[in-house]
């Protein structure tokens, strides 16, 4: 794994400032406030946080599928609430998401066409001109067997890497992930923890390109060895709990409750 | 003795009735029925006017991928629907085009016949029988089917993908409702008329091929081939954009589809009725 390049003074690519983050259920209620947080390039992130934390609602808003209630929110040094939808749109292509439970596949499509459309929709193509982008992206999560199959007839397991290969489609140069590891065997997780760490220290799929990560989990210690920089969303509060080594050196109870879940 | 008092005359019931406030729970049911009812409004023009602005914007943007589904959606509420419908227009033909065709020319009044079909049922019936069948057999199918999507977050997962659900989802079904009804109701026009001619055969109604079409296409005028068009793809537009708006505009969970979709048929029928009517004003103006 490449050793992570000292960005401190690298334009972030997405920043919340002193946002307060709505459920996407009740909009009007904050479910955490006060988030100041920044991702640079080639940074790798894993925000912990128990059920109804509201990780999955930070992750949408970081990805700038909704707004935060409060503060800012600023995808590649654009404040997202004052420029338009569609240069929100362009700006929002440049992230991918991987949603959680099965990553939110199209069930009417084969595996191929869920991959396949994201490229046809915004290059407006025939299918044969996505075919080689779609098969690079099959090779690479290991579906091509599965390619002409619907997603319904694949277990969640699967379903999840065609998610993830959905998501890496567009070639982002952010990629956010929603529990990815959530009821993974230990061989999937292996899977995804190496997965992960090639894609963060720069794959073929994306020419090479370093990509930033964010994972939220449940659990931390999948991550300790994997991501280096931690965050815990708790009691409605952000949490900075810094890299590796203030994680494993912590001797506060929250984060040591946490780790020993 | 003592002399006892008689006690106070007791008002009328309707006055007392009268006298007290109004029951609390009347008047909170009627305004909540008043607030969901503007509410629905509300959001359903808003639903619409984003349609029409997603329509005339993005019509040839992506078309590679938005084209061929407006073509499903014409496939789908259209061409698999025309069985249905020709039995449809064979029954109103038998049933009430023949019958008035040949009552008409039993009391002497056979000129009417042209005029009386063109108004029944180029008009007014043809029209809103197809557009109720539509409702029925892909109306609900858009509301189940997007109401799915939506509670199982295929909706923000086109968005994350920066794909507009509305151009995607919406403007496909508005187009492709509004080409298929229009086309049925030709179909069903068409084939109603011939078959009421058959009855008013079989019935030995002394009524010629051509004296029957000639009066039916005196009594046309350029109007109705307009009003048909515009009236047809207003209904299209209006059950798609119905069913569309109950589907996709709120979030679902997977057991409040049902209810949305019973929402969708009495909002669709009600819109329907409700444009009929405004044609019918502008029929009687012109």
Known sequence: ?261 | MDKVSAPPARPPLLQSVLALPLPRSYLNFVGRQIFRFLQTVQGLGAFALITLGVTFTKFNSSWRVVHPLIRAQVDRAGVRLLPGIVLLGLALGLVIVGQTVSLLQKIGAGQYAGTVMVTVLIRELGPLATALVVLARVGTAIVVELGLSRAQGEVEALEALGIDPVHYLVMPRVLGLAAAIFSLTVYLILVAVCSGYLFVFLQDVPLMPGDYFGQIARALKWEDFALLGLKTATFGAIIATVTCYQGLAQRLRLEDVSDATTRAVAQSVAGCVLADALFIVVYLLM
């Not at chain 1, 590649?76 to 992230?95: C, H, N, P």
């Not at chain 1, 997780?189 to 794959?203: E, I, K, P, Q, S």
């Open chain 1, 1 to 261: 794994m490449a050793a992570p390049a000292d960005n401190a003074s690298a334009t972030p690519l997405i920043e919340l400032v002193d946002a307060s983050i709505a459920s996407a259920q009740e909009p009007e209620v904050a479910l955490v406030a006060g988030v100041s947080w920044r991702l640079r390039p080639g940074e790798y992130w894993a925000v912990g946080g128990l059920d109804w934390a509201g990780k999955s609602d930070w992750l949408t808003t970081v990805a700038g599928l909704q707004q935060p209630v409060a503060g800012a929110h600023f995808l590649f040094g654009w404040d997202t609430a004052s420029i338009t939808e569609a240069e929100r749109v362009a700006e929002r292509l440049r992230v991918g998401l991987v949603f959680e439970n099965g990553g939110r596949l199209f069930t009417h499509m084969t595996v191929a066409q869920n991959l396949a459309l994201p490229l046809r929709y915004h290059r407006n193509c025939p299918p044969e001109e996505t075919q080689e982008a779609v098969e690079a992206a099959l090779a690479f999560a290991g579906l091509n067997d599965f390619a002409n199959q619907m997603t319904s007839q694949l277990n969640r397991s699967w379903r999840q890497r065609v998610a993830l290969a959905r998501a890496l489609i567009l070639q982002p140069e952010v990629l956010l992930l929603d529990n990815p590891l959530a009821g993974l065997d230990p061989r999937q997780t292996r899977w995804w923890l190496d997965t992960l760490d090639a894609l963060n220290a720069g794959h073929p799929l994306l020419a090479g390109r370093p990509l930033a990560l964010v994972a939220t989990a449940d659990d931390l210690r999948p991550w300790q060895a994997h991501a280096r920089q931690f965050a815990l969303l708790q009691r409605g509060r952000w949490v900075d709990l810094g890299g590796r080594n203030d994680l494993s050196a912590s001797s506060d109870t929250v984060v040591l409750d946490f780790l020993s879940a």
